[in-house]
Every structure is written in C-alpha cells, then in structure tokens.
C-alpha cells in the first residue's frame, strides 16, 4: 500500500510524530521532515557534545610513482576503533580508518588506486564526482570477491533480478583514474548492488581531493587552515557497534526493516567519524570542504554566531565557484560538498562558536565546535573571481529527457515507474552532446547524483539557477527541476540515482549508456 503509506507520513508530518512500523517510536523530537528519513534510536548512551577533537584523515601517500602515474593502495578491512568514548566500534574501513585515507591529489594526474577487498563481502568502489572511465566506476555488478574468497553468495539472496556480476576481480582490482578534470572535492565510496546503504554506514567513504595550479595560485587559506569535514549521521549499540535496520542482520539479503526504507537518520552526529567534536582554531580564515556523507540526512548548517552571513561559499560539488557567495547557513543533501571560507578573526580567542543544524531538534541541531585558541597572522583572501567555467546554454541542447522519482510499491522506490534493473539502459546520450534533463519529484526527498559529468542546475519559477557545477541536486518533496550537461570522455554505462543511499539500495537507480 505504498499511496496509503506515503499520505500516512505526510500526515504525521503534522503531528511530528513518527511510528515505525514495527511498533517502534522512532521519532522522539519533531522531526523537520518526515519524508525524508525514520529516526533510529541508539541504545548506547550519548557521548558528551564537545569533548573529542576532530580527528583529520590521514592524507595517503602513493606506494610508488612511474612516468605520468601515481600508484595507490587502500585494503578495505574489518577494524575495531574506538568512536564513542569508552566503547569500541567495529567497522568496515578503508585502511581500517574511518573516515578512510584521503587522496589528495593532481587534476591532470593519472593515478591508479588498487583496492584489497578483505571484507567478508564483495565490494566496488566508486569515485563520486570522478571523471571515470565506466570499468573504474564501481558498477554495482563490478565486484571485488574478498581475498580468500566469499563467505556467501555475491547472488544468494532472493532477488527477481538478474544479479550476474558484469565483472569479477578476485581479492583486488586496479581502479583508474585520468583525473581529466578541474581540481574539486570528491569522495569515494562503496557502491555495491542493494548494500551500498549498509556498507557506507559501516565506514566505506573517504576524500579524494583534486587540485590544479590555478586553485594553488589563488590567496585562499591554504595547509592547516583548509580542512575537509565528512559529517554523517549514526546511531549505535549498547556494545559501541553501528546500528543498521537491515532486514536481515545477517547481511545475505537486502533491505531495512518498516519504515527505514524512507532513509535511516542516526542520533549521533559525528565528523570526521568523531560524535559532536571541537576543532582548536586560530582567529584567522580556515577553508572548509563540507562534505554530508550521510545515508539519508539533511543538515542546514549555520554558526551560533558571526553576524548575518558567516559562510562565503566558494565552490560546489564540481569546484570552485566563478564567484564567491555569502550565505546564512548551508543546506546540504546527501553527497552534496560545499567548500566555504568561514573568518574567525572576528573573534577574541576563548571564543567558542557552534556549528547547528537547523534541520534537526535537540543533540542533532548541534554538529561540532569551533574554538579560538589563538592569534595568528593571516594573508589569505578570498578574491572576487575564482574560477572560469562554460555556463551551458539550454538553446544547444540537443535533447530533453524526462525522469520521475517516485515510491513504488512493496518498500520500493523508481525511476520512471522501474526499480533499478542493471542493463536496462534508460537514455543514450553522444559523447559532446548537452542535453537537459527534467528531474520530477514525489512526496519525498531525493537527492539526485549524475555520474561522470558534473551538470548545471538550470533556474525557474522556483528555484535560483545554482551557482556552481553539481553532480547531486538536492530535491526536496515535489520539486521539479531541470539540470543542463555535456558528456564527455568516456563511453561505457554510467548511472543517474538518488543518493539518499537507502532509496539507491531499493531501487531508485537508473543506467544510461555513452557512445561516441
Ligand atoms: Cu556517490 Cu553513484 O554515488
Ligand atoms: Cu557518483
Ligand atoms: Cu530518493
């Protein structure tokens, strides 16, 4: 009864009570949307807010460096980490970190990242935002076995689909990446048929930063002062574990149980994999890369203090803005990144400033805390131009497609009226030809990621074109919108989804397919 299902949440949106629907209260506060996720309660107690400082990932060295190449290796692993204090977490990591190392490295650069796969579960992983060739994009079907091989079936589960793998690699595979595009914050995560929501929760995402002479040869606050923040929601265990509604604990079959299919929303705020942490600043301009890596949460941040517009975006999902733009807080949708420039100079140190979510009640409005510990002298700016980049014009498109997003039935979510059937090829555009696409929402939220070109957010009625160029749009119940791109590079079968991972696990994935 999905209809039913979907007029039951919005009611309760009303009430600001949320049932699940096995009897679990999930929604202790008022949640701000109901249609965009069923709130998860941990069962081990809070951590304290404020007390752990924010870790800053590792940044990866390559193991070895040959002509135009850059050779990276990642062992996807399980680890035992402590993330509650006090309490141990086991998580599937990257290098056994979460978040996983960061990749901070050269547009134009080729670089090759071998990934061992010692997990009990095939894997693939996939550069989000990358410009990839479509054998190095973490199909969904393009699998790692584990070393030493599976445990269970990559195809055990009951599936009407067809679950071949399009490719097998055994222990390990050689991911490519050109980097034949201009410097941004990327991210890498794991994108495995049905189970990317689960895998991500456990701790597969990382940075991969790309970055080009003219981004170094702007003023902008550079080295400690330019640090990536990865917030993503989790709740846990009394025992410290992440805690996931899957269907089926033992992890051979797909899916979340009732309502978590919405989105799961943890209760635990961390960043950099910390809970609510703090972060000793200088009273100078730090550069923030803002990345949401949570399953299905929404964040509308914004600082306790600063005045009217403490944040100065300078660039989106695909890089830097033309120009810089001020703004009172950040709304960011699963995947999307923001880089802004937040002055702390303002302030006198013993200062204190909270970073909130205005989307959420309670522990969950609050994100973490910046505190002023010192002078120091600053030289960076923000300078008035950034970056120069082709605004596409939607006369040369060659093509309009049409998309809806739309629950289906039986805890299903569709693109066009389908769940997600590898192969089934959904659009054909040419390599160099612009296209617009209608994105055409639901009742709920859906954050809507293009893979391979980054695209342009086209302005109507009712929305302001965006300023940058995105590969994730966030929309939020009933919107409509039209994005413009140009594909280029690479032929091969690429995916349009939802990237509230949750709704991606059950269905709302879409192939389309480049040919020259
Ligand atoms: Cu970040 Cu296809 O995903
Ligand atoms: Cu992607
Ligand atoms: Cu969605």
Redesign the pocket.
Known sequence: MPHSRRDFLRMSAGTGLLLGAGGLVVAGCQPPNPEAGAQLRSSAKSPKLFEVPLPIPPVLRPSRSEGDTDYYEITQKVAKVEIIPGLTTSIWGYNGIFPGPTIDSRSGRRIVVRHHNELPVPTTT?L??GHTPADSD?YPLDLVMPVGGMRQSPHGHSSHRDMTPTHVSQGAKDYVYPQDQRAATL?Y?D?RMDF?GPAVYRGLAGFHLLRDDTEDSLPLPKGEYEIPLMIADRSFTDSGDFFYPAADPSGASPGVKGDYDVGVLGDVILVNGAPWPVLEVAAVRYRFRLLNASNARRYRLKLDKGGDAPFVQIGSDGGLLKAPVRRKSITMAP?ERYDVVVDFSRYRPGTEITLLNELGDGSIGKVMKFRVTRKASDDSTVPDRLSEFETLDPSKAVRTRDFSFERGDEHTWTINGKTYEPGKIFARPRIGDVEIWNLDIDGADHPV?L?LDQFQVLGDDERKADPGLKD?VALTAGQKTRIIVRFTGYEGRY?L?C?NLEH?DMGM?ADYEVSS
């Open positions: 996939h989000h935002g973490g991210w995560h994108h990317t995947a990621h893979h994730t995916m989804h990237h991606e994935m």
